[in-house]
């Protein structure tokens, strides 16, 4: 079982605002920043958004990140069909020394 | 912008060997830490294994420990997995990634696929 847990599913219409959420239960994460990855069907997984709130170039300002408590959200607004994807959080793990994942959610477009 | 290329996946039976490489490009590649992350069909995201930038630090999955061996040769941009005793549940798409700042992975390659089986 994953110390990071997401829902395994999420969806939405075109237009709509989206959040996906990821909770840590563990300690071995601690305060370690969360990052979000998108894989679109049949393709890598591409960083989304890093260190809970910040977009690598070329990422569209539609994403957003948020950290409340021991939890992290990823907002998807305008949402697009475009956006049919998975999406997984991720944490170092210091006793690891590695990162974790969550389980992923997938994201449907209605 | 740099790239990672994976090769060297294939087909191989439960408790054989296969090692699996990572060409790297468009990035000075002695400067960063390197990782492999795994993905089974239909599954999720796993890591397996790091090793920074000198060879003198490497981290294992409690999954792969004492089977995989990560290792890396700066000279040549390359980094490489090799499994022993590989399983069925080793069966996966195996990716090449960058980490960033000690935290997250900027770059991943399209993946090598490693299927155990008899």
């Known amino acids: 079982q994953s110390v990071l847990t997401q829902p395994p599913s999420a969806s939405g219409t075109p237009g709509q605002t989206v959040t996906i959420s990821c909770s840590r239960s563990?300690?071995?994460?601690?305060?370690?920043?969360v990052h979000w990855y998108q894989q679109l069907p049949g393709t890598a997984p591409k960083l989304l958004i890093y260190?809970?709130?910040q977009r690598p170039s070329g990422v569209p300002d539609r994403f957003s990140g948020s950290k409340s408590g021991t939890s992290a959200s990823l907002a998807i607004s305008g949402l697009q069909s475009a956006d049919e994807a998975d999406y997984y959080c991720?944490?170092?793990?210091?006793?690891?020394?590695?990162?974790?994942f969550g389980g992923g959610t997938k994201l449907t477009v209605l | 912008e740099g790239q990672l290329v994976e090769s060297g996946g294939r087909l191989v039976q439960p408790g054989r060997s296969l090692r699996i490489s990572c060409a790297a490009s468009?990035?000075?590649?002695?400067?960063?830490?390197m990782h492999w992350v795994r993905q089974a069909p239909g599954k999720g995201l796993e890591w397996v294994s790091s090793?920074?930038?000198?060879?003198?630090?490497?981290g294992y999955a409690d999954s792969v420990k004492g089977r995989f061996t990560i290792s890396r040769d700066n000279a040549k941009n390359s980094l490489y997995l090799q499994m022993n005793s590989l399983r069925p549940e080793d069966t996966a798409l195996y990716y090449c990634?960058?980490?960033?700042?000690?935290?997250?992975?900027?770059?991943w390659g399209q993946g090598a696929l490693v299927t155990v089986s008899a």
């Open positions: 090793i920074n930038w000198k060879s003198d630090k490497r």
């Open positions: 260190s809970y709130n």
């Open positions: 990634v960058r980490e960033v700042a000690g935290i997250y992975f900027d770059y």
């Open positions: 991720a944490a170092w793990d210091d006793s690891l020394n590695g990162p974790v």
């Open positions: 563990s300690s071995n994460i601690g305060s370690n920043s």
């Open positions: 468009g990035f000075t590649f002695d400067d960063y830490a």
